[in-house]
């Protein structure tokens, strides 16, 4: 066992860039079979031509050599006992969360399990290099065919090791977008797919995000189908942008800054179901000439349930049906009305760079005309909460009442501009909450 110990720690330790993380350089390595990518690039080179795993030392009872290293990794039980008996295999195809290898290189790490990989140093391998290997994992771990972002393995990647993950709460749960790469002078908009295993409801009471520079945007969706494959990467084109659409998706958060830290009013609460589904939404773009990285960490603190709870309903009015003339600036205006009696909390707006303004007016009641949203910086549109200094109070919509936005744009180009899902279209999308 112990000799099964020091192979795994010699392996990981290579895997991991113990040594260093070299860039990718074969001219055609984003034209190989993702598994000889691996062998090329880490075991034929750090692993088995060093001497530790070929067919010779065989260095812990394993061969590394190109012809027989699939078969001695896929599907393979571990010696640890602890992961053994929690029916973890070395490389268990599809899923990472059971895969032993993946869990000793990632960044949470179960007792009993030994230690994280690279031993003796608490430097974790990158999340870059952790997500190639999850992928390959994710796609059930092929021999054959492309099944990660070998771009993952390339430098220079703009961002360094200073994007420091936020830690889990002490009460709740922590969501990771892995990391993705988006090239040079391109934007890149994502969705991933999570569920979670809770078998209770949770009743979330604040929301932090933490994202790596050049976000456009993050949005965090709950998803009732069970229709989306878990933690496979889904890029926006026209089939996915129809799932936006969808019923059964429904806004939970979102923001276009690095830092989000937003906590409900007291005894308000988002729950969250057993076994819920999330999908992640991502958008970053590249205005640089080396690639960039994504990544997101959603952090979900939660309290007791007690009986004075009361549930916020999100507000995600996404207006389409707009028009922005060539060379001209143009006010865009619609008006929302409620069927029922509601108390809104908090407002805020979304809309690309040819957004100038966006005001928010009530419609209705003795409060009819007053201005109780004002933004005129796209890039970081605020949250405004209720009561606040200039209205101080919730706000109270009676049936038939509601809102009405004035959103401004200057459109400065020889083309019209319509709702659309890139940075260079535009939005007109009122976000909040609200409970009954």
């Known amino acids: 066992m112990r000799k099964?110990?020091?192979?795994?720690?010699?392996?990981?330790?290579?895997l991991l860039g113990c040594r260093k993380e070299s860039p990718v350089s074969p001219p055609d390595i984003a034209s190989q079979p993702t598994f000889s990518v691996l062998q090329s690039v880490i075991l034929n080179q750090q692993c088995s031509s060093?001497?530790?795993?070929?067919?010779?030392?065989?260095?812990?009872?394993?061969?590394?050599?190109q012809n027989v290293s699939f078969e001695n990794l896929i599907a393979v039980s571990p010696t640890n006992s602890?992961?053994?008996?929690?029916?973890?295999?070395?490389?268990?195809?599809?899923?990472?969360?059971?895969?032993?290898?993946?869990?000793?290189?990632d960044d949470k790490l179960k007792g009993g399990y030994g230690e994280r990989m690279p031993l003796g140093s608490s430097k974790l391998m990158s999340s870059n290099y952790r997500e190639f290997v999850r992928q390959w994992i994710t796609a059930g771990a092929p021999k054959d065919g492309i099944v990660a972002d070998v771009r993952l393995l390339k430098d220079p990647i703009v961002q360094n090791d200073t994007f420091v993950p936020p830690l889990p709460p002490n009460t709740g749960i922590q969501l990771q977008l892995r990391p993705y790469i988006i090239d040079p002078a391109k934007e890149r908009e994502i969705f991933v797919y999570q569920r979670l295993t809770t078998q209770e409801t949770l009743y979330v009471s604040k929301v932090e995000i933490k994202m790596r520079e050049s976000s456009h945007h993050f949005i965090l969706y709950k998803y009732l189908g069970t229709d989306l494959a878990e933690g496979?990467?889904?890029?926006?084109?026209?089939?996915?942008?129809?799932?936006?659409?969808?019923?059964?998706?429904?806004?939970?958060?979102?923001?276009?800054?690095?830092?989000?830290?937003?906590?409900?009013?007291?005894?308000?609460?988002?729950?969250?179901?057993?076994?819920q589904g999330f999908d992640l939404n991502s958008h970053y773009v590249n205005k640089g000439t080396g690639l960039l990285t994504g990544e997101v960490?959603?952090?979900?603190?939660?309290?007791?349930?007690?009986?004075s709870m009361r549930i916020a309903?999100?507000?995600?009015?996404?207006?389409?049906?707009?028009?922005?003339?060539?060379?001209?600036?143009?006010?865009?205006?619609?008006?929302?009305?409620?069927?029922?009696a509601v108390k809104i909390f908090m407002l805020s707006s979304h809309t690309h760079k040819r957004g100038e303004s966006?005001?928010?007016?009530?419609?209705?009641?003795s409060y009819s005309g007053t201005l109780v949203y004002e933004n005129s910086s796209w890039d970081h549109p605020p949250n405004v909460r209720f009561p606040n200094t200039a209205f101080p109070r919730l706000i109270e919509i009676a049936p038939g009442s509601g809102y009405r936005i004035e959103a401004t744009y200057n459109n400065e180009t020889d083309r019209t501009i319509r709702f659309g899902l890139t940075s260079e279209d535009e939005m007109c999308i009122v976000l909040g909450y609200y409970y009954d």
């Open 358 to 365: 966006f005001k928010i007016f009530l419609v209705g009641g």
């Open 50 to 65: 060093s001497g530790c795993h070929n067919s010779t030392s065989r260095s812990g009872g394993l061969d590394l050599s």
């Open 4 to 14: 099964s110990l020091v192979f795994l720690s010699l392996f990981l330790m290579i």
């Open 313 to 340: 309903k999100p507000i995600f009015d996404n207006y389409v049906g707009f028009r922005i003339d060539p060379n001209q600036k143009t006010t865009v205006t619609r008006t929302t009305t409620f069927s029922k």
């Open 232 to 275: 496979v990467v889904r890029d926006l084109h026209e089939s996915v942008s129809q799932e936006i659409f969808r019923v059964g998706r429904e806004y939970m958060m979102g923001t276009q800054t690095p830092l989000l830290s937003y906590e409900l009013p007291s005894q308000v609460v988002m729950p969250i179901y057993p076994a």
């Open 297 to 307: 960490y959603v952090n979900l603190h939660t309290v007791p349930k007690n009986d």
């Open 82 to 105: 602890f992961a053994r008996n929690d029916g973890l295999l070395r490389i268990k195809p599809g899923r990472p969360d059971s895969s032993f290898l993946f869990l000793k290189i």
